[in-house]
Nanobody, 126 residues
Framework: VQLQASGGGLVQTGGYLRLSCAAS????????IGWFRQAPGKEREGVSF????????VNADSVKGRFTISRDKAKNTWYLQMNSLQPEDTAVYFC????????????????????WGQGTLVTVSS
């Protein structure tokens, strides 16, 4: 499995971006996918997650109501729609995947994921 993240850029406060993660080598239905981010000087944190098996999505409290994760089965691509962006959203964003259905309590655990994209930088100016 290989993941290729894209879509980052510079945006003003209140603006929006859509990140994409193109996956190759994906088969089966029990994947869990997610988006993480890492701001300068901070640890990587989970942002948004989706389980293929039941389409259950979970978002971190900091992005609820602003970020939406989705997927396009035909294209083997998933997305992170980010609205109402704030300077604190500035970070490198990574897509990640694992070939199993994670329980909710494990979704934000970085160690739960086996495959990672290379990261795409999102900068929100004030």
């Amino acid at each position: 499995v290989q993941l290729q993240a894209s879509g980052g850029g510079l945006v003003q406060t209140g603006g929006y971006l859509r990140l994409s993660c193109a996956a190759s080598g994906f088969t089966g239905r029990y994947y869990t996918i997610g988006w993480f981010r890492q701001a300068p000087g901070k640890e990587r944190e989970g942002v948004s997650f989706l389980r293929y098996s039941d389409s259950n999505t979970v978002n971190a409290d900091s992005v609820k109501g602003r970020f939406t994760i989705s997927r396009d089965k035909a294209k083997n691509t998933w997305y992170l729609q980010m609205n109402s962006l704030q300077p604190e959203d500035t970070a490198v964003y990574f897509c990640a995947a694992v070939k199993r259905r994670l329980i909710i309590s494990n979704l934000r655990n970085i160690a739960s994921y086996d495959y990672w994209g290379q990261g795409t930088l999102v900068t929100v100016s004030s």
